[in-house]
Nanobody, 124 residues
Framework: QVQLVESGGGLVQAGGSLRLSCAAS????????MGWFRQAPGKEREFVAA????????YNVDSVKGRFTISRDNAKNTVYLQMNSLKPEDTAVYYC?????????????????WGQGTQVTVSS
């Protein structure tokens, strides 16, 4: 049983930082791509960042480049999203997801497993 559990969300002022964690369990993820998505009220879920667990290659959406960094800790089976210089428009529920693919992908339909989400609220 694959489980993805996000944590680290919260309320932060604009310009602040948060680090989201995604603890993965239930199988070996070395052949998976791990992704972060977000969904704001009234909007569709959108891609934020992804990382190939095996190669470490990453891809970020343009709106977060230079501000957000995805990384992993193999020993802890955990993926992180470091978010700096946060903006009010980053406010959303953030989801961790896993895809049985070796390379980062942006399409939500390519991801097989999802976490429950963690709320990030950025005040102006």
């Amino acid at each position: 049983q694959v489980q993805l559990v996000e944590s680290g969300g919260g309320l932060v002022q604009a310009g602040g930082s948060l680090r989201l964690s995604c603890a993965a369990s239930g199988r070996t993820f070395s052949t998976y791509t791990m992704g972060w998505f977000r969904q704001a009220p009234g909007k569709e879920r959108e891609f934020v960042a992804a990382m190939s667990w095996s190669s470490g290659s990453t891809y970020n959406v343009d709106s977060v480049k230079g501000r957000f960094t995805i990384s992993r800790d193999n020993a802890k089976n955990t993926v992180y999203l470091q978010m700096n210089s946060l903006k009010p428009e980053d406010t959303a529920v953030y989801y961790c997801a896993a895809a049985r693919l070796m390379a980062p992908v942006v399409d939500t339909n390519r991801y097989d497993y999802w976490g429950q989400g963690t709320q990030v609220t950025v005040s102006s």
